[in-house]
């Protein structure tokens, strides 16, 4: 079959590859519906992640069983399936906690961008549908496996509450899928950072309230005024460069929260700054199964449409374009036809 790999920064193609097979008893292989790029696929790509070997890249699917390893029990052929980014039991200590992306036998899926692929831990890492969903829904499906519920888990992290006030930084999918859950969650207000039109446009779509285009200082100057001077309850961290982490902290008020789910890049903190500034912070990897039911089921039952955060779809032969439209920021997120 042909799949996505990364030789090194920049050099990316789609090539033949063997289709995968079962290894494990509790695998499962998947023919995937649809395929995706995510932002944090640019990190390798741009250099800034190390790339000693091939990659195979993709970890956003979801898609039809078409075989399970021998003590599968939960999970059969014919289902559709939605899993996480975070291969997860979904018994141990941290996954009963709700923590499945620290799950004691973790992974990180690879290798979905393309038409198969193998899904270790499927009892607990996927998640079925009661019977194969329409087509139409199938890019907000695909959005529930990681940008949705990376979104998500920043509203979740941040403290979103219902009449709470909301300043989400980064206007990328996660940062976009993180207004709609703040909406979801009944925030009374939402301030979307964007400089860009396009993504100001889908924010307001998603639930964003204000746009501030602002950054550094006269950003943090012109939040402080839209909330008389208080700050934000919750912020959503959704970059993970040490701009947008000081931008986070500053739009903060004392006793707020951040959820920051952008991986972080050269981010130092300063220990006087958080215990005088009075910030509660909580993120990482995504418990993206912790939300999979709920969020698949306002998908299913039309609440959300995430998918519309797809504004560029590519077959899979021209990831490359793909790759380098969401590196270029001609393209907020990629979905790849396979």
């Keep these: 079959m042909l799949a996505t790999i990364l030789h090194k920064p920049g050099d990316i193609s789609c090539e033949e590859v063997t289709d995968p097979k079962i290894l494990q008893p509790t695998d499962a292989i998947i023919k995937l519906a649809a395929s995706c790029i995510c932002g944090s696929d640019l990190w390798p790509f741009r250099g800034l992640q190390p790339v000693d070997r091939p990659m195979h890249m993709g970890h956003e699917y979801c898609g039809v069983v078409v075989e399970v390893g021998g003590e599968v029990r939960t999970i059969r052929p014919g289902q559709f399936v939605v899993g996480s980014f975070c291969i997860s039991d979904n018994t141990c200590p941290h996954c009963r906690f709700g923590f499945q992306s620290s799950c004691v036998q973790r992974e990180f899926m690879t290798g979905a961008q393309a038409p198969y692929a193998r899904v270790p831990l499927a009892d607990g890492t996927l998640v079925a549908t009661a019977e194969i969903p329409p087509a139409d829904l199938v890019p907000d499906l695909l959005a529930a496996s990681d940008v949705l519920g990376t979104g998500w888990y920043a509203a979740d992290a941040a403290e979103v509450r219902e009449g709470s006030t909301v300043v989400v930084v980064g206007d990328g999918a996660v940062g976009l899928m993180g207004v ?87 981010v130092k ?31 299913l039952t039309g609440r959300i449409k995430p998918g519309k955060v797809f504004d560029l779809q590519l077959p899979l032969a021209e990831v490359a374009e793909g790759y380098r439209a969401m590196d270029e920021r001609r393209a907020i997120k990629v979905l790849l036809r396979v």
């Design 180 to 266: 709609l859950a703040a909406r979801e969650m009944g925030a009374e207000r939402i301030i979307a950072m964007s400089r860009h039109e396009s993504r100001q446009k889908l924010a307001r779509e998603f639930g964003a309230t204000d746009i501030v285009a602002e950054r550094g200082d006269e950003g943090v100057a012109r939040i402080k005024e839209l909330t008389g001077g208080v700050g934000a309850d919750s912020v959503l961290e959704c970059v993970g460069t040490a701009g947008s982490f000081d931008q986070a902290l500053a739009c903060s008020r004392p006793g707020g929260t951040i959820g920051y789910v952008g991986v972080p890049h050269d």
């Design 269 to 299: 903190f300063d220990g006087q700054q958080l215990f005088f500034g009075q910030k509660r912070m909580l993120g990482g990897p995504a418990p993206v199964r912790r939300f999979l039911p709920d969020l698949m089921d306002r998908v």
